[in-house]
Nanobody
């Protein structure tokens, strides 16, 4: 199995920055996609960004230009650097790993953007 442990969430002011980290462990294949999803209360979980093991990135339009996803394959860790945070970014952010048709999820980390 795969375990994902997230860190870096918290309370930030509008316009602020945050860096989320997610370390994966377990049976991880070399070909995979890691990413971040978020879910606000009463809303469906949505993709924020993901990145393949080859470094191909994908972003939601709402975060493009503000969020940067990166990964360290040697550490099996994915990062999300967030700038210019908006109140509408408030959500639980979940780390994910996709491999061979299976999806694994972290426990989620709360990001709250408020003054």
């Amino acid at each position: 199995q795969v375990q994902l442990v997230e860190s870096g969430g918290g309370l930030v002011q509008p316009g602020g920055s945050l860096r989320l980290s997610c370390a994966a462990s377990g049976s991880i294949f070399s070909s995979n996609t890691m990413g971040w999803y978020r879910q606000a209360p009463g809303k469906q979980r949505e993709l924020v960004a993901d990145i393949t093991s080859g470094g191909i990135k994908n972003y939601a339009d709402s975060v493009k230009g503000r969020f940067t996803i990166s990964r360290d394959n040697g550490k099996n860790t994915v990062y999300l650097q967030i700038h210019s945070l908006k109140p509408e970014d408030t959500a639980v952010y979940y780390c994910s790993l996709h491999q061979y048709g299976l999806i694994y999820w972290g426990q989620g980390t709360q990001v709250t953007v408020s003054s």
